[in-house]
């Protein structure tokens, strides 16, 4: 690769010098920070020699090089002299609007917390199922825990915010916490309401009014809270002497932020809350069961702009209100059931061995268990034709959900093994009309994929090579057969095709496989040389006797952590016996973080060897064979 010509060509297409606004780089990526992304056509990017990919992503327009970012990165830079100081990632406040800036504190705030939620919800499917099929009586006492054990991340979901809220608007958690939990105080609560039945108004100093709210199951009171906090915090330790911070700084957060939580940000949080439900019942209202075909219909665009995560508080707000969400959740299954059944077309059809695997493992997950990033990423949204389809059987299926006027008791992810969601205790037809809904959204959505068809993406890379006529050719190690690499982590080991991520998933930087570490500890999988240990501490390429070259990236996204819970233990340069630790790394403060754990190992010059065969398996210990070369 020519790096100065590929910088160059790079920069043409972003729109030139003046069109960046920052770059940093990891392992494999140029992150541009543009200052406008529209003028860029991401196809003429993607042509450029030597670019993989494209991702837009946290605000920056990432070009996916592979193993040489970092000489076309130094090119970049001598044409501009982009990269900050310290190449940390830019935070890119300025660039988004007031609205993606909204969307992207809803999303961050709410994405830590829906594991909690979602396993509360199936909780809930089981209280359900139970009942129904004659293994629990809702007059037991084992239905009465189960129930509070179900509902206790909802009703306190206040505190689970306002901690993850914290984090992203940098302020103290434990504060955080005790905001929420003194809005959720039981002798608060009765005060509060005792006052409001008796139509009198409580008042702070007996001169301000404190406005009665509702505060269990809420979202966006508790944001602007923390938001409140984040700025309270600072100035309160900046006017506290030193000898007094640790008590008299406490004491002054909670009395300031307190008093301006519960008489105006609360209450005004609670006001938008409301606001943004009533806004979309009446929607429903208005459009009936088209408006729920039509969201269906672009919900996987709404999913990849990020807005998805906005209806999260108008769902809970619902189901707090009225015990059931009947718009959003209905077109969520649709669109799930219909990235299921697209995908499921594209394997059938396709005549691309890796697409069938891709495609099927994809519509797998998409349809059992409504996990559709892989679909959306690596199918409809890759191949553009199928999302045509999954959009057609999507808003069909919407539009009949609709009609039968079906309604979601829960938040779990919607797919086939949480349809008792979905069902009604006093109508149990509603089992048939939502399966009715289901199969009309998977067979639309399957025929119409099938009919309109889509670019099947050829086998080999005949193409390519042929393009790249100043490329030398590579040299099979045909004779190198058997080569074994031991697995650099203890975890669970499976096909990089499940990655939730397009660049590792699609196999853009080479073959591997995935492992999803129980410990925070990488070791050398073999003997050999650190050609690259990147400052972040994220990841590492290695490079064995053999000739093997291999890249372990902890994490997804990782970068941005800026080498926050990483710690090396060797350095570029080294050379490495099996079995030393390279990295240690702390999982637990990783995933609070918000950030994926799994973890590539890509054998980069994958192109150099006849086959890299990954060994998927449950449990797999530190340099135990899991990948085979031949």
Not at 78 to 89: A, H, I
Not at 376 to 393: D, F, H, N
Not at 427 to 446: D, N
């Amino acid at each position: 690769m020519d790096a100065q010509k590929v910088a160059e060509q790079i920069l043409k297409t972003v729109g030139g010098p003046e069109n960046v606004q920052s770059l940093v780089h990891c392992m494999t990526r140029l992150r541009f920070t543009l200052n406008d992304e529209s003028i860029v056509d991401d196809e003429d990017v993607k042509k450029t020699k030597g670019v993989l990919d494209v991702m837009k992503k946290n605000g920056q327009y990432q070009i996916i090089i592979g193993n040489e970012v970092g000489a076309v990165y130094k090119e970049l830079n001598k044409l501009g002299n982009f990269g900050s100081s310290d190449d940390k990632p830019p935070e890119n406040k300025k660039k988004q609007n007031i609205f993606s800036r909204v969307l992207d504190v809803i999303a961050g705030c709410m994405a830590p917390v829906i594991p909690a939620l979602i396993g509360a919800a199936m909780i809930k499917v089981l209280l359900i199922v139970l009942p129904m099929i004659g293994l629990l009586s809702e007059s037991s006492q084992t239905y009465q825990l189960l129930t509070v054990i179900g509902d206790g991340a909802f009703y306190f979901m206040p505190v689970l915010i306002g901690i993850s809220a914290a984090k992203k608007f940098g302020t103290n958690q434990y504060y955080a916490a005790s905001i929420a939990l003194i809005l959720l105080h039981p002798d608060f609560i009765s005060f509060m309401g005792d006052a409001t039945e008796a139509g009198e108004t409580v008042k702070f100093f007996n001169v301000i009014p404190v406005t009665d709210a509702t505060y269990a199951y809420s979202v966006i009171p508790i944001i602007l809270s923390v938001w409140l906090l984040s700025y309270i915090e600072p100035l309160v330790d900046k006017i506290t002497p030193a000898i007094t911070k640790n008590f008299l700084k406490p004491m002054l957060v909670l009395l300031i932020t307190m008093p301006i939580v519960m008489i105006i940000v609360g209450p005004i949080g609670a006001i938008i809350g409301e606001g943004l439900s009533d806004v979309v019942f009446m929607i429903h209202d208005y459009l009936g069961f088209i408006a729920v075909g039509l969201i269906a219909g672009i919900f996987p665009f709404i999913v990849i702009t990020g807005m998805h995560h906005a209806f999260t508080p108008v769902k809970l707000s619902a189901i707090a209100q009225t015990g059931y969400e009947a718009f959003i959740s209905i077109a969520e299954l649709c669109s799930n059931m219909a990235q299921g059944a697209a995908s499921l077309a594209v394997s059938i059809k396709s005549k691309n061995k890796d697409l069938k695997q891709t495609a099927g493992s994809s519509a797998f997950s998409a349809l059992l268990a409504g996990i559709t990033e892989p679909a959306l990423y690596g199918v409809t949204l890759r191949l553009k034709k199928p999302m045509l389809g999954a959009c057609i059987g999507a808003a069909a299926g919407g539009l009949v959900g609709g009609l039968f006027q079906l309604k979601s008791f829960g938040v779990a992810t919607p797919a086939i093994v949480t349809i008792p969601q979905y069902i009604e205790d006093d109508r149990a037809i509603t089992l048939l009309y939502v399966i009715i809904t289901m199969l009309v959204t998977i067979v639309i959505s399957f025929i119409a994929t099938y009919i309109i068809g889509f670019e099947d993406i050829p086998s080999n890379d005949e193409e390519e090579e042929e393009n790249d006529e100043k490329k030398e050719p590579h040299t099979k190690h045909a004779l190198n057969t058997g080569i074994k690499i031991g697995s650099p982590a203890e975890g669970r080991a499976f096909s990089l095709k499940e990655v939730n991520d397009q660049t590792f998933s699609n196999e853009l930087l080479g073959k591997g496989i995935a492992i999803v570490p129980d410990q925070g500890e990488i070791v050398a999988p073999f003997d050999g040389r650190i050609d690259v240990f990147f400052e972040t501490g994220h990841a590492i390429g290695l490079k064995s006797e053999s000739g093997v070259e291999l890249l372990i990236h902890v994490g997804l996204d990782t970068v941005n952590l800026e080498g926050k819970y990483f710690n090396p233990k060797k350095k570029a340069g080294e050379t490495v016996k099996k079995g030393e630790t390279l990295l240690e790394f702390d999982i637990d403060k990783i995933k609070d973080a918000g950030y994926d754990i799994t973890t590539p190992i890509i054998v980069t010059n994958s192109n150099e060897f006849m086959d890299i065969v990954g060994q998927e398996k449950e449990k797999v210990e530190k340099l135990e064979n899991i990948i085979t070369i031949v």
